[in-house]
């Protein structure tokens, strides 16, 4: 039986920005601290018991909790669960948010992996997005993670705004900083956001289709030229960095979410709490269960799995039926170049990952 990935969801933050649609926001401090009761209960009375590859700690923005939160809940996962040896534990922080003693403290409880909500180390562009941190913080909390034993550090990255002109600099100076992962996401301005909202205003210039291609062109060339591998569409490490948490996601394997609007993943049936933070202090084990279906089970095989480098396993889509030689649209994708076959998996070719959504559509269709 393979090991599980532990996701728990910490839903509070400074303040929202402005491209945000996460369940995450303000809260008072009683909020949090009944939220954490709530969530630790709910860590206790779970009926799974099998050992643990990874563990992390998302939002919202973990970081801003005291850090003796954070450890009663660690405590709580470390009780219910056994840890693999090598096991993953990560954490997302705000630069702003983080303290030389709050890392030292994640460190002893056995965190590994920060993973740091840059976006930009552009002030301008911060500012315009509504993060509440600025370029000379994100690096000093950098260098925190770096002085209390951090290797293996992530930043996040926001793309496609057109006065975001230094992603290069961003690059090179993050890697410098002593960042080892890199995770590129693509702005899509959410329903009812602020920044949709001053996107149709015009207050917010947003790149074309042709300029957001030109601007992530530049952005892989400038990863490959530091050192950054692309293992899967909007992530990049250096060499032994990927994060395994997320991989596990990918492979479709089995996880558990604990907090508000956790989802899990056991025995084919994927189950999920409440958005609503008040319905699930009030009622943390009120879940909604949906067993998923093969051809449900297929479709979130290859959706996810081509999304990586190393592709979907031929093994897994044989057990669910799908066999890639006798799909036409499979065999035509195949003759153009566009996917590729190795003896172990299906994979999209590096070049083609831009149209990656259309490819997948083609081979569930």
């Not at 039986?1 to 649609?21: A, D, R, T």
């Not at 590994?112 to 002030?123: C, E, K, M, P």
């Not at 202090?281 to 067993?291: A, G, L, P, T």
Request: proline share 2%; with cysteine; charged share 25%.
């Amino acid at each position: 039986m393979s090991n599980l990935g532990i996701y728990v969801h910490i839903p509070f933050c400074q303040s929202k920005c402005k491209y945000c649609n996460f369940v995450s926001g303000k809260y008072p401090r009683e909020m949090q601290k009944r939220y954490v009761q709530s969530l630790i209960k709910e860590i206790e009375e779970t009926k799974y018991k099998r050992k643990v590859s990874s563990i992390f700690f998302g939002g919202g923005t973990p970081s801003i909790l005291p850090a003796e939160d954070i450890k009663e809940i660690m405590l709580a996962i470390k009780s219910k669960f056994a840890l693999t040896k090598n096991a993953e534990i990560s954490i997302e922080c705000n630069p702003n948010s983080i303290t030389e003693e709050k890392l030292k403290i994640y460190k002893n409880l056995g965190f590994n992996r920060i993973s740091f909500g840059v976006q930009s180390l552009d002030d301008d562009v911060l500012k315009l997005i509504g993060r509440v941190h600025n370029r000379s913080e994100a690096l000093q909390a950098i260098n925190l993670a770096n002085i209390a034993g951090f290797t293996n550090i992530n930043a996040d990255l926001l793309l496609g705004i057109k006065e975001n002109k230094n992603i290069s600099r961003d690059i090179e100076e993050l890697k410098a900083a002593g960042i080892t992962h890199i995770s590129a996401y693509m702005l899509i301005l959410e329903h009812g956001t602020p920044l949709e909202i001053l996107a149709k205003q015009n207050k917010v210039k947003l790149l074309s289709e042709d300029e957001s291609v030109a601007q992530y062109e530049e952005y892989l060339k400038v990863l490959r030229q530091n050192g950054f591998y692309r293992y899967e569409i909007s992530n990049f490490a250096l060499k032994g960095y990927k994060c395994k948490h997320n991989i596990n996601y990918w492979e479709c394997g089995e996880y558990l979410g604990f907090g508000v609007a956790a989802h899990s993943y056991i025995n084919g049936t994927r189950y999920s709490n409440t958005e609503n933070i008040l319905e699930y202090i009030e009622n943390y084990n009120n879940k909604s269960y949906e067993k998923l279906t093969n051809q449900e089970k297929l479709e979130e095989l290859i959706m996810l799995g081509l999304r990586t480098k190393r592709g979907v396993s031929l093994k897994k889509l044989e057990e669910l039926g799908y066999k890639v030689l006798e799909n036409k649209n499979a065999l035509k994708m195949l003759s153009l170049g566009i996917i590729k076959l190795n003896s172990t998996h299906l994979y999209i070719t590096s070049k083609n990952f831009g149209i990656a959504n259309q490819i997948i559509l083609r081979l569930v269709e």
